[in-house]
């Protein structure tokens, strides 16, 4: 089973916002390391609390929320930004 990445809106939108630089390493890294993998959570951590069910992933300062569901064999992307901003949400 090989995972595929898919983008909601709202996460579309939070890249086109940022810096073309910053939004080609998440994209690339997501690619590189989630796209076309076996376990997606290897990389990744559980979320708790209010986002429990829900991976993150870290990118330098970045971070990437993620829904990882098996049924679909898909990580839905519902939120990327900083670190400082992205738990307010």
């Known amino acids: 089973m090989k995972y595929k990445v898919v ?3 709202r996460a ?3 890249l086109k916002k940022m810096d073309k630089r910053i939004s080609a390493l998440i994209i690339g890294w997501l690619e590189k ?3 076309g993998c076996e376990n ?6 559980g979320l708790v609390e209010s ?3 829900q991976w993150r ?3 330098g300062d970045y971070r990437v929320i993620c829904e990882i569901q098996d049924k679909e064999i898909i990580v ?3 939120d990327v930004g900083h670190r400082r901003d992205i738990y307010d949400k």
């Not at 997606?40 to 951590?45: A, L």
């Open 76 to 78: 839905l992307v519902l």
């Open 51 to 53: 986002r429990a069910g």
């Open 57 to 59: 992933y870290r990118i």
């Open 12 to 14: 579309k939108k939070q």
């Open 33 to 35: 390391n989630i796209e």
């Open 7 to 9: 983008f909601t809106e």
């Open 40 to 45: 997606p959570r290897i990389h990744g951590k």
